[in-house]
């Protein structure tokens, strides 16, 4: 292919639709036809990133490569294309209008009145480009955040619009909408499906493609009514039933044709059929189990359950290589502060401690620790879950009563995680300097050295706080081993205990490279032991 198509996915009647699950099965399904395939999103709110948004707020904030805070659609695109994305790949309204003032402040628009039309959806079209023409894609997937009939998502709709009418069948538009089940009437209804259209059309734009989100089947003169009231052809509407897991959605699609739609209207021809093997290799494993374990997952957050998507997802990920069905068990590390751990863990195979920011749940992350330590439970930590373990090993192992992060207390007496002295310097980041790739050297015959089974890896990270070297030979004295470290600043990035089933943390988020094709192999090794500490 000579010229990228360009794919624009809408949402409708009701948010959480699923738009970034149906955006990363078409990119599933074209990648293994041979495409060439990126998808981005475009969230409509006016923060730069979210990443000083509340999990409440927003669920997780994803971190790419090159060090961007993101939405967490983006570990979809991840999970489902095995692909990195960068900055590039998450736009929001925030970055379009900074980018436009800077440029009004610089002159660049020659004392013209700014306007939302042309100067705001052009930064947008030039965002959408951009990732084309310095990926060289096939196709490009973007998502626009947000439902349509928002306020803020109209300049996004005016772009898509300018864009179909420039490019024409180079461009497709697919709207996701939902077709509600009433149970009193015993009916599948199309009105909302047949609105939102409209609304859509009110704003200039004509859907190629609407993929119906349903609890139930769709007949054919569902469909049939559908395409005649919403003006496409009835092969054009397509079915998302209710899965009971995500990764069934590719294969869903592919059934339903949306791939061959998008193949149609973007007139591409002699395209190979789909490779899914691996795909369904992978969700033979994950329905055929062989063993069960229960983890527990202690954190802040544990009742919003995207504030975690991507340490759940890896767990799903890790589970199917070990043909293990992993049930997670959300806790609230702030239960720990008052309540015995042995009742609170009692029947968990495993424990992980989950990152975050913040004193809330703090003592309870470092009493769950201890018990774990002790009773020699597979315990992983994570970011503030592995400065947690640091704290817990410093108190009760020590002796250094007075141990602690002086994020959450400044004037510890023995600040063992402390934030780093090239950072003490930085300001207005929103407090989480350390972002993206960071280069880790493994020491050979440790627990992380085993399950990389590399000598050099580069993980993601995302925190302001580190492990403080003036205590190194303290924790090393007591049994503590550093496992990982990133030579060129001489940083802590994994800490191990050898005399434990599996005692591991780590400063970086693992959780962010796991994906379908490649399950990170510290959940992997995780979820090893969760079984063996089971069966013994």
């Given at each position: 292919m000579n010229q990228t198509k360009y794919v624009f996915v809408t949402g409708g009647v009701a948010s959480s639709l699923g738009k970034g699950i149906i955006s990363a099965s078409l990119g599933n399904l074209l990648k293994a036809r041979g495409f060439r395939v990126a998808i981005q999103k475009l969230d409509p709110y006016i923060n730069v990133d979210p990443g000083t948004l509340n999990p409440y707020e927003h669920g997780e904030c994803y971190v790419t490569e090159d060090g961007a805070e993101t939405d967490l659609d983006l570990g979809h695109y991840e999970r489902f294309l095995n692909d990195p994305t960068s900055m590039r790949n998450n736009v929001t309204t925030g970055k379009i209008y900074k980018s436009v003032i800077e440029k009004e402040r610089r002159g660049d628009f020659l004392g013209k009145t700014v306007q939302v039309i042309p100067h705001i959806t052009d930064e947008i079209q030039y965002w959408i480009k951009t990732l084309a023409k310095n990926g060289n894609y096939d196709f490009v997937i973007t998502e626009i955040g947000g439902t349509v009939g928002d306020i803020e998502s109209l300049p996004y709709i005016e772009a898509v619009r300018q864009m179909k009418w420039e490019l024409d069948d180079r461009c497709v538009s697919i709207h996701l909408t939902l077709v509600p089940y009433l149970k009193a009437a015993g009916e599948l209804k199309t009105k909302p499906t047949q609105h939102?259209?409209?609304?859509?059309?009110?704003?200039?734009?004509?859907?190629?493609?609407?993929?119906?989100?349903?609890?139930?089947?769709?007949?054919?003169?569902?469909?049939?009514?559908?395409?005649?009231?919403?003006?496409?052809?009835?092969?054009?509407?397509?079915?998302?039933?209710?899965?009971?897991?995500?990764?069934?959605?590719?294969?869903?699609?592919?059934?339903?044709?949306?791939?061959?739609?998008?193949?149609?209207?973007?007139?591409?021809?002699?395209?190979?059929?789909?490779?899914?093997?691996?795909?369904?290799?992978?969700?033979?494993?994950?329905?055929?189990?062989?063993?069960?374990?229960?983890?527990?997952?202690?954190?802040?957050?544990?009742?919003?359950?995207?504030?975690?998507?991507?340490?759940?997802?890896?767990?799903?990920?890790?589970?199917?290589?070990?043909?293990?069905?992993?049930?997670?068990?959300?806790?609230?590390?702030?239960?720990?502060?008052?309540?015995?751990?042995?009742?609170?863990?009692?029947?968990?195979?495993?424990?992980?401690?989950?990152?975050?920011?913040?004193?809330?749940?703090?003592?309870?992350?470092?009493?769950?620790?201890?018990?774990?330590?002790?009773?020699?439970?597979?315990?992983?930590?994570?970011?503030?879950?592995?400065?947690?373990?640091?704290?817990?090993?410093?108190?009760?192992?020590?002796?250094?009563?007075?141990?602690?992060?002086?994020?959450?207390?400044?004037?510890?007496?023995?600040?063992?995680?402390?934030?780093?002295?090239?950072?003490?310097?930085?300001?207005?980041?929103?407090?989480?300097?350390?972002?993206?790739?960071?280069?880790?050297?493994?020491?050979?015959?440790?627990?992380?050295?085993?399950?990389?089974?590399?000598?050099?890896i580069k993980e993601r990270h995302r925190h302001r706080y580190e492990f403080n070297n003036d205590y190194k030979n303290d924790f090393l004295n007591k049994g503590m081993i550093f496992s990982g470290i990133n030579e060129k600043d001489n940083l802590v990035e994994i800490i191990e205990l050898p005399n434990h089933p599996w005692f591991v943390g780590v400063q970086f988020h693992p959780e962010y490279k796991s994906t379908v094709l490649s399950p990170h192999p510290l959940f992997v090794g995780f979820i090893k032991a969760a079984i063996e500490n089971k069966n013994k």
């Open positions: 939102s259209v409209k609304t859509l059309l009110e704003q200039g734009l004509q859907p190629d493609i609407i993929v119906c989100r349903t609890e139930l089947d769709l007949d054919n003169s569902i469909k049939r009514k559908i395409a005649l009231f919403c003006n496409v052809s009835e092969t054009a509407v397509i079915q998302s039933i209710d899965a009971d897991t995500i990764y069934r959605v590719p294969l869903q699609m592919r059934d339903e044709g949306l791939d061959i739609e998008v193949l149609k209207k973007t007139k591409c021809t002699n395209y190979p059929e789909p490779d899914m093997k691996e795909w369904k290799d992978f969700l033979n494993r994950l329905d055929n189990p062989k063993h069960e374990v229960n983890v527990a997952l202690v954190g802040k957050y544990t009742e919003l359950k995207d504030a975690y998507k991507s340490i759940l997802e890896a767990f799903t990920h890790a589970g199917a290589t070990q043909l293990c069905n992993v049930n997670v068990h959300r806790i609230s590390s702030e239960l720990f502060e008052e309540n015995n751990p042995e009742d609170l863990l009692a029947g968990m195979d495993a424990v992980l401690v989950a990152p975050g920011f913040g004193e809330r749940g703090i003592e309870g992350k470092i009493n769950t620790i201890k018990y774990v330590r002790e009773n020699n439970i597979p315990f992983l930590g994570i970011c503030l879950g592995m400065q947690c373990a640091v704290i817990e090993f410093a108190r009760n192992v020590i002796g250094m009563k007075g141990a602690h992060s002086t994020e959450i207390n400044p004037n510890a007496e023995c600040p063992v995680i402390d934030i780093m002295e090239m950072q003490k310097k930085i300001a207005g980041l929103g407090g989480t300097m350390r972002l993206g790739n960071y280069d880790c050297h493994l020491i050979d015959g440790t627990v992380a050295h085993s399950v990389y089974n590399e000598d050099n």
